[in-house]
Structure formats: structure tokens, C-alpha cells
């Protein structure tokens, strides 16, 4: 069966590890997930990511998710361009997550990026998720 939102699907892995307590959680592979992983590393909301090869041509994220304190670093992670309703802003009329303090993730012409620098690149795109 085929997947409607495969980003949207790892967030999910995402957020239900952490509430679960697990070091490691394993989702399928794409570029534009590992692109994401990329910038929640950048952006200290995960340990770390690597690909692994499953064999028979198929490959799979081990996400490490990051603890402080004994909580999940990530408070909220929540899709908002979905597959129904895309979201794209241009550099200028890019919103802000909590005054700033949260990250929007967002899909531009030179790579996927945080709101931040789009802003400064002066690029805009479509805003695929945020975390706080």
C-alpha cells in the first residue's frame, strides 16, 4: 500500500518515539526526508541520522532522537503544507513560529532550509513543517 504523506509520516515516528522514550526510531528512505533530518541535526532537535541499506534496493533512516532533562527536546512538531493543501510564501511574507524561538522548515529552489535562512537567501518556498 502506498503512502499519501511520507513526511508527514516520519514526523509522526518522530513525535510518538519521543513520547514512547526510544534512543533510536527507523522510518523508510527518502531525500527529502534525509534533507529534513539534515536540518533537525543543524538545528540540535536530533542527535543524528544515517541511511541504512536493507538490501533488495530499499533503505531506511535510523533517526536519533535527542533527550534534556529526561524530555523529548522536540515540544511540537506539526506538518503544514500537506499533499490536499499545499503551503508556499515568498521570503518576504514568510511567517514567524513563536516570535522566532520555533523553526519552520521550508522547501526552496536551492535546497530545504529554516525560515531563517530563507530570509536571509531571500528565497521563498513551500513550508512543509515546524518545530518548536
Known amino acids: 500500500m502506498t503512502m499519501s504523506d511520507p513526511l508527514g509520516d516520519m514526523l509522526t515516528r518522530i513525535r510518538n518515539g519521543q513520547q514512547a522514550g526510544k534512543e533510536i526510531i527507523e522510518c523508510p528512505y527518502s531525500r527529502l526526508r534525509e534533507n529534513v533530518c539534515a536540518v533537525l541535526k543543524d538545528e540540535g532537535f536530533i542527535r543524528g541520522y544515517k541511511a541504512k541499506d536493507l538490501g533488495g534496493n530499499k533503505k531506511a533512516l535510523e533517526i536519533e532522537l535527542k533527550y534534556a532533562e529526561g524530555r ?43 525560515d531563517h535562512k530563507a530570509r536571509a537567501a531571500n528565497v521563498g518556498g513551500e513550508v512543509l513543517c515546524q518545530v518548536f
Open 72 to 114: 523529548g527536546v522536540i515540544r511540537q512538531i506539526d506538518r503544514i503544507s500537506k499533499p490536499g493543501r499545499r503551503i508556499y510564501n515568498g521570503a518576504k511574507a514568510m511567517p514567524r513560529f513563536y516570535n522566532g524561538l520555533g523553526v519552520l522548515i521550508v522547501s526552496t529552489p536551492q535546497g530545504v532550509m529554516t
